[in-house]
């Protein structure tokens, strides 16, 4: 009943003209960021962070939210029509959607994915309204102690978890961790690691970090792959609506995707990209047409896109209630509310239960905008998409700088966010991931003020970690990722000793 009630009052805040508003203008401007490729909802939050500076908390948030899964809607066009990611998490798609595209099922092939979307994002909702309430309530126990567990755990997971090698995860979290520290110390005044710069003094800013990592860094990356030309590709609108067998075949796979989506979306640091690949995964091992996946099947656009929309809603738990991002786009999230004097945690859904309920309610509205606004406007996307690389990216990249400039009119920070485009470059061509080293540089100034008033309170006892209940038991599961990390590291060195060695004995 209480649940009710809330989702009842955020519906009549989220009905609000304001915020009906700035949520279309969110899934809208997601959509056109998301449909572009290697640009991503990461970018798309960053290049749009500044401009909600000047608007209320829940505006803000609803807009925010909106160009989340706008965007991650956006990236399955791309995914579809060019073979080509507009998101990472909509890499899945690309394996039957495109096959799809090739057989002249676009338009089949982009309604199903939009009718997946809609169904994962309407089930992520409704996991959040039902369970971002009792998780509250538990985490009200928590102390310093258990923020301290908690993020640790975070920031652990999101490395161990993470694509590609754990130990790379780890080295990343540790940079951002050491990138939070730089600046004035709020508790004993001194300047840590400003080399003198007076600039520095107050810091990195958040929006300089993102839009360097994964703004800049994604259009280099893109350019280096895309030197030349447009997308040159046409949709055929006689084969448009699914056929029953079709809908009857997609219904099954959106249900598990979004299950699948909204369990791994509520763990801190795993995000869509894994959500996606695990349902496709599942769906392909328990589906009676394995032979069909990967050449065109329908089931494997719904069951990516359902389980990345899924986990895109339910992100947003451990991000309000516990002050952990679920994704790496969620730290953003967590700094647009701190921006505000809003501290995500437990005490969020009593304090500013408006914006909490608010924002849920906003996603039953967005993602029906979503449905409503992107089948019709399929051949807009696919013409934007003719849009030469040399006339896109360098619009992206002035957008981009006067974004920056706008935070402190401080033309320092434009060089600044170049260098962190240059280092978001370098991280991907040597295949560090990017997502945990900001969410180290999100967290570690949490963490190191939850460790300080843990020790203050325990008069510098460090055990009292291990004898709570709740952060010994979570300190403990960190225990075991980062043994799971290091055993991986090791059984992959392995295989590629063993690869290099049988190459050459032959």
Known sequence: ???????????????????????????????????????????????????????????????????????????????????????????????????????????????????????????????????????????????????????????????????????????????????????????????????????????????????????????????RANASGAFQNEIDYKKFY?????????????????????????????????????????????????????????????????????????????TLTLGVPGSASMALVIGALMMYGIVPGPRLLVDHSDLFWGLVASFLIGNILLLILNIPLIGLWVRLLKIPYRYMYPTIIVLICVGVYSLNNNVFDVWLTLVFGWAGYLMRLFRFEPAPFLIGFVLGPMMEEQLRRAMLLSRGDPTTFLTRPISGTLIAITGLLLVYAIVSAVRQRRRVRKAAEALSET
């Open 1 to 223: 009943m209480e649940i009710i009630t809330g989702f009842g009052n955020g519906l009549l805040v989220a009905l609000q003209p304001a915020n009906l508003f700035y949520c279309f203008v969110g899934v809208f401007l997601g959509t056109f960021i998301g449909v572009l490729p290697g640009i991503g909802s990461m970018a798309a939050i960053a290049m749009i962070l500044p401009l909600t500076f000047y608007l209320e908390p829940t505006s803000a948030l609803v807009m925010i939210a909106g160009v989340y899964y706008g965007a991650e809607y956006g990236g399955s066009i791309a995914s579809i029509l060019m073979n080509i990611p507009g998101t990472p998490s909509s890499s899945i798609t690309c394996i039957d959607g495109y096959p799809m595209a090739r057989e002249g099922r676009a338009g089949v092939a982009l309604f199903g994915s939009a009718i997946a979307s809609f169904g994962g994002g309407m089930i992520g909702m409704i996991v959040m309204a039902v369970l971002a309430p009792g998780l509250a309530d538990l985490a009200l126990n928590f102390g310093p102690t258990e923020y301290f567990a908690v993020i640790l755990l975070g920031l652990v997971a999101a490395s161990a978890v993470s694509n590609g090698s754990p130990v790379k995860g780890i080295t990343m979290v540790v940079a951002g961790l050491m990138l939070g520290t730089v600046g004035v110390d709020i508790t004993t005044g001194a300047e840590r690691f400003t080399m003198g710069i007076p600039e520095m003094r107050d810091g990195v800013h958040l929006v300089i970090v993102a839009m360097g990592l994964f703004g800049v860094g994604e259009l280099i990356v893109s350019i």
């Open 242 to 318: 699914p056929s029953r067998a079709e809908w009857k075949a997609m219904f099954g796979p959106i249900l598990r995707g979004s299950g699948i989506g909204s369990f791994f979306g509520a763990l801190p640091g795993t995000g869509q990209t894994v959500a996606s690949a695990v349902a496709y995964a599942v769906e392909k091992k328990i589906s009676p047409n394995k032979e069909r996946f990967g050449k065109g099947a329908i089931e494997g656009v719904a069951v990516p896109e359902a389980a990345n929309n899924s986990a895109t809603q339910t992100a947003f738990i451990p």
